[in-house]
Antibody, heavy 121, light 110 residues
């Protein structure tokens, strides 16, 4: 059974830093592209970042470019999102998401339960 | 990276069919067959309902179907049921090697 379990969310001050983790199980992480998708309270889904299966390529939304970094450790079956200099508008539930295939264009077929990040002083 | 355009709400009676549209551009929906649809119930994670425009994940009811014409993709739900009441989001791959979501459509079963 595929499971994605996020951790690391919480309250962070504007300009601070936070690292989200996503523990993957039930599948071979290195075979699939992985993404982070967020959802602000009462709002819709927003794509944040995608990383290729090997980890050699990353793609980011303009809204987080230069501030957030997606990475993966396939040997530890873990996906990460390093959030630097967060802003109030980054407040959201962050979902870890598995691609259907190794293609970065692939649809997301499994989602974690989400972890809430609140950016506030 | 403008969001894809979806109607804010669509409603129908049990047993009826409804269609949700998702309009983008030739740089996303119109340019690739990488359109997917997600269902989200309140407080829950999204669930994949359709991928690559018209492919259903294994085990999903055939009451759900997808299509695309030009820059607009559509999700049709036939034989509407109470459990179909949820938010629905479309998504597409883009020419910038990014993903983009629609604003979401609230489906109400009357």
């Amino acid at each position: 059974e595929v499971q994605l379990v996020e951790s690391g969310g919480g309250l962070v001050q504007p300009g601070g830093s936070l690292r989200l983790s996503c523990a993957a199980s039930g599948f071979t992480l290195s075979y699939y592209a992985m993404s982070w998708v967020r959802q602000a309270p009462g709002k819709g889904l927003e794509w944040v970042s995608t990383i290729s299966a090997s980890g050699s390529s990353t793609y980011n939304a303009d809204s987080v470019k230069g501030r957030f970094t997606i990475s993966r450790d396939n040997s530890k079956n873990t996906l990460y999102l390093q959030m630097n200099s967060p802003r109030a508008e980054d407040t959201a539930v962050y979902y870890c998401a598995k691609g259907r295939t190794s293609l970065i264009a692939a649809a997301i077929d499994y989602w974690g339960q989400g972890t809430l990040v609140t950016v506030s002083s | 990276q403008s969001a894809l355009t979806q109607p804010a709400s669509v409603s129908g009676s049990p047993g009826q069919s409804i269609t949700i549209s998702c309009t983008g551009t030739s740089s996303d929906v119109g340019g690739y067959n990488y359109v997917s649809w997600y269902q989200q119930h309140p407080g829950k994670a999204p669930k994949l309902m359709m991928y690559d425009v018209s492919n259903r994940p294994s085990g999903l009811s055939d009451r759900f179907s997808g299509s695309k014409s030009g820059n607009t993709a559509s999700l049709t739900i036939s034989g509407l049921r109470a459990e179909d009441e949820a938010d629905y989001y479309c998504s597409s791959y883009t020419s910038s090697s990014t993903l983009v979501f629609g604003g979401g459509t609230k489906v109400t079963v009357l």
